[in-house]
């Protein structure tokens, strides 16, 4: 919260015995104080009416952020509710949800930007000097340091990672915005990282509140599906099949560059995975969720559902099933 700064005002006093008509500049300063206390209870009343009106707009914020994080199939039995919001002062909103589920309820505290475009859900202290507003260049140097210190503490990055900086860009809310390059051997990644306008809180991620909805909306259009054929046990998926047999057609699968595109909280997926027992890493699988658009650009309408040769193949497969949909044999 920032700090309210006063400035005392010195009054210059008045003595009535230079005064030569008292009674006159008696009531011009009667009246001049009656007026200064309507202006000034007007002012403040003001003041309260337009604070009362911006708590009311972050609430709206916080229940946005709410329902839309109760949107997410991911969690599908978690109820979302709002506990409260604190204005931060710096273009962004702390917010405090209740996660409730049968057996238990937890506090879970994520921000958003004042005006509800961005939505960040951890965020660090950046123990940066009070410097006031600072300015593209600063703020910049402060997301580098910061991206370096979080993402190697979490052994993202390593001593050969190069890390630099692209734009920097100042947000309505205040919040800046600033593209990190990490080079290291084999590889280039590009994020973007946040930071709020006093310089004391670094947001490793965030999100478009507009597209996070639109993202869940579009995954429940993927929707999960077994096909008649896959009607049995998973044991039945798999029988007459020795390790050796899986091994040997998981390492096809991916020579082939065959692409399994399912999702990590859907059980028809992790039936599909069970199949290839301690080869499951052999995959070549690809997590739909948060990637909805480009699932369906690659013709993907359900999950699971296998890639083979530009060819969409939905729902759970056996070895015997993925072996004639593929070039790849199986003996049994």
Not at 19 to 25: E, L, R, T
């Amino acid at each position: 919260m920032a700090d309210i700064k006063t400035s005392s005002l010195n009054f210059r006093k008045i003595s009535f015995s230079k005064i030569k008509n008292p009674k006159k500049y008696l009531t011009f300063f009667t009246v001049t104080t009656l007026l200064i206390i309507v202006f000034a209870s007007a002012y403040f009343f003001s003041q309260d009416t337009n604070k009362d009106i911006m708590s009311s707009d972050f609430n709206e914020v916080g229940e946005e952020v709410v329902r839309v994080l109760g949107m997410n199939p991911s969690a599908p039995h978690l109820e979302f509710s709002l506990d409260e919001v604190q204005h931060m002062g710096n273009g962004v909103l702390l917010i405090n949800i209740i996660l409730s589920s049968e057996s238990e309820s937890e506090l879970m505290t994520v921000f958003s930007t004042e005006d509800g475009e961005l939505f960040f859900p951890e965020a660090f202290e950046t123990q940066s000097e009070d410097v006031g507003a600072l300015n593209i260049e600063q703020a910049e140097e402060i997301n580098k340091d910061m991206f370096k210190e979080v993402f190697s503490e979490q052994g993202v990055l390593n001593n050969s990672t190069e890390v630099e900086t692209g734009e920097t860009t100042k947000k309505d809310s205040g919040v800046f915005e600033t593209e990190i390059v990490a080079k290291s051997e084999d590889t280039t990644d590009r994020l973007i990282v946040f930071l709020s306008e006093d310089g004391q809180l670094f947001f490793p991620e965030g999100n478009e509140i507009s597209l996070m909805e639109e993202e869940f909306r579009s995954f429940k259009e993927l929707e999960e599906v077994v096909s008649e054929d896959n009607e049995t046990n998973r044991d039945n998926l798999t029988s007459n099949f020795s390790e050796e047999d899986i091994e040997g057609l998981t390492d096809c699968l991916s020579e082939e560059n065959i692409v399994l595109y399912g999702n990590d909280h859907c059980p028809f997926t992790h039936t599909q995975l069970e199949v290839f027992g301690n080869y499951q890493s052999n995959i070549n699988y690809f997590e739909c969720l948060g990637n909805e658009s480009y699932c369906k650009d690659e013709g993907v309408e359900k999950i699971p559902s296998w890639k083979v040769n530009d060819k969409v193949y939905e729902g759970v497969k056996s070895l015997e099933q993925l072996s004639n949909i593929t070039s790849c044999s199986v003996t049994s």
